[in-house]
Structures are given as C-alpha cells and as structure tokens.
C-alpha cells in the first residue's frame, strides 16, 4: 500500500514540475526566436511614427510618363511690329526653338504705324514655354495671353503598341518569304508584306508628328501698333481713356485730311454759282429800274 502510495505521489510531482518547465521553454523560444534563425513577425506601425520608406530607385513616377501637347497664343502692343517680330523670332531661336511662319504687313499713313500688323507661328521647347512667355512682356505691352494642353498619353500607347505588334508581324513575314517553298506562298508573302510596311511607316509618322508636338509647343503671337485697342476690348478706365483719346486724335486727322480733299471742289462750285448767279441778280435789277414804256394813243 505505501508502495502504491509513494508512485502515486511521484507521479504527481512529475506532473508538476513539466507543467511548470513547459511555458518558460516556450517562452524563451519565442524571444530567441529572431536569433536562432526563426520567422520575425513585423511590428505593426506606430501611429506617428516615421513616414513608409520611398519607392525603390527601379520604380518610376507615373506623371513622368505623360505625352502631353501644349499650345498657346499671345497678343503684344509695341511701337514696330516689324522690328517687334524679328526680336520674337531671336527670342525663339536663343531657347532652341523655330519660327514655322512669319508675316508682316506694312501700316499706311503718317508714320506708317495705321493697319501695320505681324503674326507669327513659333515652336518652342515645352520645358522654356512659361519662360518665352514671361519674356514677351519685355518686348511690348502684352494684351493677353492664353495657353491650353491636351493629354495625348493614351493615343502614344496605342501607336506604340501597334507599331511594335506590326513589327512583330513584318518579320514574321520576312522569315516566311525566306522560307517559301513555292512561287505563289513568296507571291502571298510579299503581298502581306508590303501592306504591313506601309501600315507601320503610317504609325512610325503619326508617332513622329506627334512626338514633335509634345517635345515643342506651338506659340502664335500676333503684333499690333501701340494705341490699337485689343480685341477684347479696353480694360479699365485708365486704358479706355487712353482708346478714346487716340480715337479722338485719329478721327480729327481723318476729318482734316476729308476736308483738304474737298476743300478744291468747294471753291470751284462758289465760283461757278458766283459766275451764274451775279449776272442773273443784274440784269433783275436793270429791269425794276427802267420804267416802264407807257402806251402811246
């Protein structure tokens, strides 16, 4: 009966002390569990804490992929047009830039300075846009100005992909040729061939055309003598003052030039209607002064 006892009891004991061993092994495995070579559960982050780390040199910044084409138009007021445009043109042509058409026409009247205008067409790098259109405002008086892009990115990925697809399909039609066994299969080939060179040259130019115009934007500017009011009309009352008073001094001038015109015709009609005139007004005179003849009975 002790015997039976004694094991039970040394049972028990055995129980326990395994019980209490076991946790406190668990437990140092899991801390050590980074050292001897285990998986490391990431912490979560902490609120506040250092921003996620930048994406890797490998990946690129979506925007930088953009096509986008660029146009804008500008209106200037200087003293010359003439001389206004061929500074225009060097201004273009110093940022790398060229100048796609240029017109001029000469002004009349005194001065030369009425009807006198100048209209360019101007390609310049997308990246010196802004810039060339901060420097026109030292060439003259700019009226106004206005700029529009397109986002033509989905249109380039389409020509890019059907361009590399007929590519693919050229050279396969180039190995197939080579490899004809007879007259009409080199017959087909080439057929095939020629359609799909002159689809892709098609592609290879609109992708060209259009690359240009997103590596250079279009700028029209149009030059116009100081004094002529904008199509838009004066803006504010400092600058309708100045139209109306130009308005005012052009009208005088075009009134006098009208009047040395007709100034000769004037007097040649006084002269005429004098040399009838006069001699009519005398001989009424000369007859309500003679008396009248009286009967003779």
Avoid: N, Y
């Avoid at 049972?11 to 998986?39: E, Q």
Wanted: glycine share 12%.
């Amino acid at each position: 009966m002790r015997r039976f006892v004694g094991a039970v009891v040394a049972a028990l004991a055995a129980v326990v002390i395994v019980g209490c061993t076991g946790p406190s092994g668990t437990d140092s495995s899991g801390a050590d569990g980074g050292a001897s070579g285990g998986p490391v559960v990431p912490e979560p982050a902490v609120p506040g804490g250092p921003e996620v780390a930048p994406a890797a040199p490998g990946e690129t910044d979506p925007d930088a992929d953009r096509q986008v084409v660029t146009t804008a138009s500008a209106t200037l007021a200087v003293e010359d047009p003439a001389a206004g445009a061929q500074r225009v043109s060097e201004l273009v042509e110093s940022v790398g830039g060229r100048v796609d058409e240029r017109s001029e026409q000469a002004g009349s009247g005194e001065g030369g300075g009425e009807g006198a205008a100048a209209d360019l067409v101007v390609r310049v790098p997308a990246a010196e846009l802004t810039g060339v259109l901060a420097d026109l405002e030292d060439l003259g008086d700019v009226a106004s100005v206005s700029v529009s892009r397109s986002d033509v990115t989905t249109t380039a990925v389409d020509l890019d992909a059907r361009i590399s697809a007929l590519q693919t399909s050229v050279a396969r039609l180039q190995a197939l040729m080579d490899g004809a066994g007879t007259t009409e299969a080199l017959l087909s080939a080439e057929k095939a061939l020629s359609d799909r060179q002159q689809q892709l040259e098609s592609l290879q130019s609109q992708r060209a055309l259009l690359a240009d115009q997103v590596e250079l934007s279009t700028l029209r500017v149009h030059l116009a003598p100081v004094g002529v009011a904008p199509a838009g009309g004066p803006e504010g009352f400092s600058d309708g003052l100045g139209t109306g008073w130009r308005a005012l001094v052009s009208t005088l001038g075009a009134a006098v030039v009208v009047l040395g015109v007709v100034l000769p015709w004037v007097a040649l009609a006084v002269l005429v209607a004098a040399a009838v005139l006069v001699p009519l007004r005398l001989s009424r005179r000369r007859a309500a002064v003679d008396p009248p003849v009286p009967p003779q009975g």
